[in-house]
């Protein structure tokens, strides 16, 4: 498909006071648009070592793939009684981390097959889970509602555990303060040292580095300015890249080592964002799904992910 060129640049760059890039012309071969099933509604998505996307739907919680070569998709898992919301591919088992919304609960899905392996839930009423990561020894998720993270810890090789016991709740402290009747804990991934967890807050448009021991959240200094709206995060080394749904780019930050510094490089936008909320990559590319959060929900509103150049 032919790369197109985004026009919207010179607005962004006086409101914002930092360098924004417009998308360019990427390698020619993988398509720049992916087409999800109409009515899919998604939010998350997953890239693994494989040129595969995951998507979740917030509908009906499916799973759906797509080829990112050819932008063929298919069914992976079906509908799920719940939503889905944050993904996570964890390559090494071949399996996918999902977050479940407002069913307060995690799947774990075979990335071959779509079965689900495991469920666990959350011992918190009223829990939103929204995004997860995965580090050395476990898989954490945020809540949106409460003032908490949720882990999953992984055997030595990487086992799941008794699906009977509930996730474990981790209450987030110091400098984190839930905003009442907002969505808080959002985007989470860990630190470039693999110490902690940086954790956005879409209310406040702030970042904590929260230790994973204590819940101990500390502000992350980006000098003046704020991620507005941020959603999905995904760190490359020390590159921390946001979306900002509020603002409709993706923003580059990059990162001390233990993230508790952050400078903001630049914000990227591009015209086919459409409430863009979370992003992943493979090869240089950055894919971003479009929720449309402002159009109707309906059984054939379209919906699609577009990749962008990585910056």
């Not at 939503?83 to 977050?99: E, I, M, W, Y």
């Not at 992984?154 to 303060?177: I, R, Y």
């Not at 510094?261 to 799904?289: C, K, M, W």
């Amino acid at each position: 498909m032919t790369r197109r060129i985004a026009l919207f640049v010179s607005v962004v760059l006086a409101l914002f006071a930092v360098p924004v890039v417009a998308t360019a012309a990427q390698a020619p071969g993988f398509p720049d648009e992916l087409r999800l099933p109409d009515g899919f509604r998604p939010e998350g998505i997953a890239i693994g070592r494989w040129p595969v996307a995951y998507f979740g739907s917030l509908a009906d919680g499916r799973i759906h793939q797509i080829d990112l070569r050819t932008g063929t998709g298919r069914q992976l898992s079906p509908p799920a009684g719940g939503p889905s919301v944050g993904l996570k591919v964890d390559t090494d088992h071949n399996r996918l981390f999902v977050a479940g919304g407002t069913g307060g609960e995690v799947r774990v899905i075979d990335t071959h097959d779509g079965k689900v392996l495991a469920r666990y839930k959350v011992p918190t009423t009223g829990a939103f889970l929204n995004d997860v990561t995965i580090a050395r020894d476990a898989v954490w998720f945020t809540d949106s509602n409460n003032a908490s993270l949720y882990e999953l810890p992984l055997g030595p090789k990487g086992e799941l555990p008794d699906a009977s016991k509930p996730l474990t709740t981790l209450p987030l402290t110091g400098d984190w303060q839930n905003v009442p009747n907002s969505f808080n804990g959002n985007g989470i991934v860990t630190t470039p040292d693999g110490k902690a967890l940086i954790v956005g807050q879409t209310a406040t448009g702030k970042l904590f580095r929260v230790d994973p021991a204590t819940g101990a959240a500390k502000t992350v200094d980006i000098g003046t300015q704020t991620v507005t709206g941020n959603d999905g995060q995904l760190r490359l080394g020390r590159d921390l890249y946001v979306m900002e749904n509020g603002r409709g780019t993706i923003a580059k930050i990059a990162l001390s080592p233990d993230g508790t510094t952050g400078t903001l490089q630049r914000r990227l936008s591009d015209y086919r964002f459409d409430t863009a909320t979370t992003i992943a990559n493979y090869g240089e590319s950055l894919y971003a799904v479009n929720a449309r959060f402002s159009t109707p929900p309906t059984p054939t509103t379209t919906y699609t992910a577009v990749s962008v150049p990585r910056f």
